[in-house]
């Protein structure tokens, strides 16, 4: 029979691997259909400002009515969904189902992390260790749908990721137990505000909001500067084929890293290097070069993911789990995105690709510096560490 513990890497694979088939050419398609930088950084700014709505709301229903059943819920809306680019329609057609998809897709993440913690508060394990699977998902299956676009055009991708959440949704429905509703029904909310009084949680996501108004135009705005550097559809999928594999040996060692380092250390480290990489970016003059800061994406995401999710996990009681991640996405990927896309997209239409990144690196940089000097060290509290 398969374990749990086999089963919840698969669930991540699928997951990170159903993502990146949309990310990595959506906003390429959208160039496609006519629209102007600006306005696809519009719509990249509508999806995480929803955000701040649906990862709150969506956290609190899960940690009320169970993980499982909501995660299932969320990802079979978002599969019927994401079939919707496949038909191409005008800019306020393809702004409204960016708005509604964020609503259901956004809040996937968050739980499905909080799903493999309560597993690991069980049977012991290492978060990373489970983590880093998607990663591997991501980097592979980038490299499989940047072959696919190039014989059956952007819309495939699309396809295929409706395809790799029906498998989500079946290992869900197949194997995953059905887990147990908490005891704060009813109480969500009041939950929510004891999150937000806590003082020391409040700092540390101003931070990784700060992080993000620089860091959101990495995602939205490198396929368009890839394109504008002359690159297929192939080196596309390829240099974030690197960004997923460069993830698996830092997973590897983020555990051990956080054991001996500490949360504020290691979440710093990923700052200065999200700077590094940012500047990099701005010395770009051919696709290939741009593999080279695509390389620390590892840096940049196994330790800053590591970091917050355990961060968040040290600052929660296991009840409000899903509420404390989703709180986490909805600052970072939501207003931190939301901000980060509308300065991202005018900055690349009115001063180019390469200064814009060149800025935001700068901007990154003092964003550590302000870590360093502000958020206040912790005593992290680890998963167990035994080997699931």
């Given at each position: 029979m398969?374990?749990?513990?086999?089963?919840?890497?698969?669930?991540y694979?699928?997951f990170?691997?159903?993502?990146?088939?949309?990310?990595?050419?959506?906003?390429?398609?959208?160039?496609q259909?006519?629209?102007?930088?600006?306005?696809?950084?519009?719509?990249?700014?509508?999806?995480?400002?929803?955000?701040?709505?649906?990862?709150p709301?969506?956290?609190?229903?899960?940690?009320?009515?169970?993980r499982?059943?909501?995660?299932?819920?969320?990802i079979?809306?978002?599969?019927?969904l994401?079939?919707?680019?496949?038909?191409?329609?005008n800019?306020w057609?393809?702004?409204?189902?960016a708005?509604?998809?964020?609503?259901?897709?956004?809040?996937?993440?968050?739980?499905l992390?909080s799903?493999?913690?309560?597993?690991?508060?069980?049977?012991?394990?290492?978060?990373?260790?489970f983590?880093l699977?998607g990663?591997?998902?991501w980097s592979?299956?980038?490299?499989v749908?940047?072959?696919?676009t190039?014989?059956f055009?952007?819309?495939?991708a699309?396809?295929?990721?409706?395809?790799g959440?029906?498998?989500?949704?079946?290992?869900?429905?197949?194997?995953?137990?059905?887990?147990k509703s908490?005891?704060?029904?009813?109480?969500?909310l009041?939950?929510?505000k004891?999150?937000?009084?806590?003082?020391?949680?409040v700092?540390?996501?101003?931070?990784?909001?700060?992080?993000q108004?620089?860091?959101?135009?990495?995602?939205?705005?490198l396929?368009?500067?890839?394109?504008?550097?002359g690159?297929?559809?192939?080196?596309?999928?390829?240099?974030?084929?690197?960004?997923?594999?460069?993830?698996?040996?830092?997973?590897?060692?983020a555990?051990?890293?956080?054991?001996?380092w500490?949360?504020?250390?290691?979440?710093?480290?990923a700052?200065?290097?999200y700077s590094?990489?940012l500047?990099?970016?701005?010395?770009?003059?051919?696709?290939?070069?741009?593999?080279?800061?695509?390389?620390?994406?590892?840096?940049?995401?196994?330790?800053?993911?590591?970091?917050?999710?355990?961060?968040?996990?040290?600052?929660?009681?296991?009840?409000?789990?899903?509420?404390?991640?989703?709180?986490?996405?909805?600052?970072?990927?939501?207003?931190?995105?939301?901000?980060?896309?509308?300065v991202?997209?005018?900055?690349?239409?009115?001063?180019?690709?390469?200064?814009?990144y060149?800025i935001q690196?700068?901007?990154?940089?003092?964003?550590?510096?302000?870590?360093?000097?502000?958020l206040?060290?912790?005593?992290?509290?680890?998963?167990?560490?035994?080997e699931?």
């Amino acid at each position: 029979m398969v374990s749990i513990s086999s089963i919840l890497r698969l669930l991540y694979f699928s997951f990170y691997g159903s993502g990146v088939m949309v990310s990595s050419f959506r906003n390429l398609y959208f160039q496609q259909q006519g629209l102007s930088a600006i306005h696809i950084g519009l719509i990249a700014a509508l999806e995480p400002a929803v955000m701040l709505i649906s990862q709150p709301y969506w956290g609190m229903v899960s940690d009320s009515r169970g993980r499982r059943r909501t995660l299932m819920m969320l990802i079979a809306v978002s599969a019927f969904l994401t079939l919707g680019y496949l038909t191409p329609v005008n800019v306020w057609a393809l702004a409204g189902l960016a708005l509604v998809l964020s609503f259901f897709r956004s809040p996937t993440g968050p739980i499905l992390d909080s799903i493999v913690l309560d597993h690991l508060d069980e049977a012991g394990g290492r978060f990373a260790r489970f983590r880093l699977w998607g990663a591997v998902g991501w980097s592979s299956m980038a490299f499989v749908v940047g072959r696919i676009t190039n014989y059956f055009g952007i819309s495939s991708a699309f396809l295929s990721g409706a395809l790799g959440l029906t498998f989500v949704y079946f290992l869900l429905w197949r194997f995953i137990p059905s887990g147990k509703s908490h005891q704060f029904r009813g109480k969500a909310l009041k939950g929510f505000k004891t999150l937000i009084q806590n003082k020391a949680l409040v700092k540390f996501l101003f931070t990784i909001f700060m992080l993000q108004l620089s860091a959101a135009s990495i995602m939205s705005m490198l396929p368009l500067y890839l394109n504008q550097l002359g690159a297929t559809h192939a080196q596309i999928g390829f240099s974030f084929t690197i960004e997923g594999i460069s993830e698996i040996p830092l997973f590897l060692v983020a555990d051990r890293l956080l054991a001996t380092w500490g949360v504020k250390p290691l979440l710093v480290t990923a700052i200065f290097a999200y700077s590094l990489r940012l500047i990099l970016y701005s010395f770009a003059t051919t696709p290939l070069f741009v593999l080279i800061p695509q390389a620390l994406h590892g840096v940049c995401w196994a330790f800053f993911n590591t970091a917050t999710v355990n961060y968040i996990n040290e600052q929660v009681p296991a009840s409000l789990r899903s509420t404390g991640q989703t709180l986490f996405t909805a600052v970072f990927w939501g207003l931190g995105s939301a901000a980060g896309n509308i300065v991202g997209g005018l900055m690349f239409e009115h001063l180019g690709p390469a200064m814009m990144y060149r800025i935001q690196g700068v901007f990154a940089l003092c964003v550590a510096l302000y870590a360093i000097l502000i958020l206040p060290q912790t005593k992290t509290r680890h998963t167990p560490t035994l080997e699931a």
